[in-house]
């Protein structure tokens, strides 16, 4: 197949173009490198170092694809509380313009990658496809509003969709100096420069944590697969549910690091509990959890030992600067 993917260059993105080209499909990427790297993209991808909102190129460059996987956007989520406007930007009105030269150009699939970010507060764990959204940051609601407009113009225009909904990815390639977003990531890039982890919050906060192989897997499926179109679907493990303080002990473990975190005021808007079930990716797609968190962190602290720490790029604006912003977020304390 000649297969469109968004965000090529970044940590998902990357990843997945990876996969295609090895299952012998040609891979069109596009990227406008904000988040994202050149190292990562991989020689054999026909890359295209342009914004999604293109709408022109868009469709220029959608030309005989088959399936889109629509990866990119700038996945900030505390952080879009403070930059509503760029984040949302690059979020939904990318979104619209992927899809919008999508329909043109007759793509047989249209994969949108929402995120976990989507069931806000519930009132129960795990979370569940079949629950109502209740979006608490600008991000997730630009995430939410996507999705909506990706089911009626694809059910409109007899294209097939798959909305997936992975949840805090992590591996190889994750922006290690980004400020903004990726805990884990973050954690090591500051231990590889002595410095203890920061902690929002008193650290009790719970999530899951995905590591990339077990997301491509996932992705790879919905490619083909007939029983999956029109379908939501939450990838990602529900086994191991930790607090931020231990994934910290974790990351210090695997790096024979004496922890003594810093704690900063709780990040406005954060959701305290979320995870997801993996009980329908089990069933459609045959998902399992082939790799521990541990031995993702593992893999993560090796490959940016590898290639270095790096100081923080604050590359961002903030646009909504008072005293709730974060100071880890203005250079001011990371």
Known sequence: MKILITGAAGFLGSHLADRMLALGHEVIGVDNMLGGERVNVHPDVQFYDVDCSNLHMMNKLMEGCEVVFHAACTAH???????????????FQITMSVLSAAIRNKVKRFVYCSSMSRYGEQNRLPFTEEMTCNPRVPYAVAKVASEQIVQQLCELNGVEYVIIVPHNIIGPRQKYNDPYRNVAAIMINRILQNKQPIIYGDGNQKRCFSFIDDVIYCLEKVLTQNDV?????????????????????TIANCMNFNLDPIYVPHRPLEVRY?????????????????????????QMVDFIAQRGPKPFEYNLEIEINNEKTPKTWSNELI
């Open 274 to 298: 979320a995870t997801c079930s993996a009980d329908k990716a089990r069933k459609l797609l045959n998902y399992t959890t082939k790799v521990t968190l541990e031995d993702g962190i593992q």
């Open 77 to 91: 989520d505390g952080f879009s509380v403070f930059s509503p406007y760029v984040i949302t930007q690059n979020t």
């Open 229 to 249: 179109n029109k379908e939501i679907i939450n990838i990602g493990p529900d086994e191991e549910f930790v607090t931020i303080n231990e994934l910290a002990s």
